[in-house]
């Protein structure tokens, strides 16, 4: 079935750029999400990609798509300690554009000072 | 707006007991779901509603039933609850986009311990 996979630990110091991976195994899906989830909380959507682009910046984030090789990257610039979070990626299921996900288990970025 | 509220934000069931997770949202969003959270495995789709009246499973929807009587609301329940449902579920909703993304916005989340 579809799977997502992520690492699960990344440490950056303030004013660093962070890389967070994922890779996805569904071909056909529509859409790739970045989620933002902070302690007690829950998701945040960061930013979305549509599966026919390779690149979306949407000020300090940048998503990078390899559609061939089911690789999502997430590059937050100027990293703040504010970003320390847990970052989760998801496809969506299918060609059929559905609100279905399928989520990684999360990289959780620690900014140090 | 609130967005999308769930209460409780905590419960705690012995197993076998029945209880329902209330969601709801004031967005007018068509399509909402409930994902379940457990440590190292991310989110999981339980159940989902496109709209009033229409609702569908997901990955892990076994001892879950949901209904969507109304666009407002979508509540979760457990029929027994079991330990294995110890986790902590998430009510998601979006408008409908048709052929664009699904900007999904989450409630805070209630957790749950079976013992």
């Known amino acids: 079935g579809e799977d997502v996979e992520q690492s699960l630990f990344l440490s950056v110091r303030e004013g660093d750029s962070s890389v967070i991976n994922c890779t996805y195994t569904d071909s056909s899906s529509t859409y790739l999400y970045w989620y933002k989830q902070e302690p007690g909380a829950g998701l945040q959507l960061l930013t979305y990609?549509?599966?026919?682009?390779d690149m979306k910046q949407d000020q300090r984030l940048t998503v990078l798509l390899n559609k061939k090789d089911k690789h999502l990257s997430l590059r937050i610039a100027d990293t703040q300690t504010g970003d320390s979070a847990i970052y989760f990626c998801a496809e969506s299921i299918g060609s059929s554009n559905t609100g279905k996900l399928i989520f990684g288990q999360g990289t959780t970025l620690q900014v140090k000072p | 707006n609130a967005g999308v509220t769930q209460t409780p934000k905590f419960q705690v069931l012995k197993t076998g007991q029945s209880m329902t997770l209330q969601c709801a949202q004031d967005?007018?969003?068509?399509?909402m779901s409930w994902y379940r959270q457990d440590p190292g495995m991310g989110l999981r789709l339980i159940h989902y509603s496109v709209g009033a009246g229409i609702t569908d499973q997901g990955e892990v929807p076994n001892g879950y039933n949901v209904s969507r009587s109304t666009t407002e609301d979508f509540p979760l329940r457990l029929l027994s609850a079991a330990p294995s449902q110890t986790s902590v579920y998430f009510c998601?909703?979006?408008?409908?986009?048709?052929?664009?993304?699904?900007?999904?916005?989450f409630g805070p989340g209630t957790r749950l311990t079976v013992t």
């Open positions: 990609i549509f599966s026919n682009m």
């Open positions: 967005m007018n969003h068509e399509y």
């Open positions: 998601a909703s979006s408008y409908s986009p048709g052929v664009g993304a699904y900007e999904q916005y």
